[in-house]
């Protein structure tokens, strides 16, 4: 699996864990203090994220950082 695969993975997995929660992406945003435009990159794939933000999203889930990984 290369690098833009696995950032899509990761991606997918934040948008469905997001969506399972029934939280709106500008909500979900807001929320852990991260702008709508970025999240949408990141679930997107389209971007790479930095550990701090990976990390927000990850609390804001109530999910740890490997669950979103692996």
Do not use: H, W
Request: hydrophobic share 35%; charged share 25%.
């Amino acid at each position: 699996m290369n690098t833009d695969q696995r950032r899509r993975r990761l991606g997918e997995r934040i948008r469905a864990e997001r969506e399972q929660q029934s939280i709106s992406q500008r909500s979900f945003a807001l929320m852990i203090g991260i702008s709508q435009p970025y999240l949408s990159a990141v679930e997107s794939g389209a971007i790479s994220i930095g550990y701090d933000n990976l990390c927000k999203i990850a609390d804001g889930l109530g999910v740890t950082v490997a669950e979103l990984v692996s």
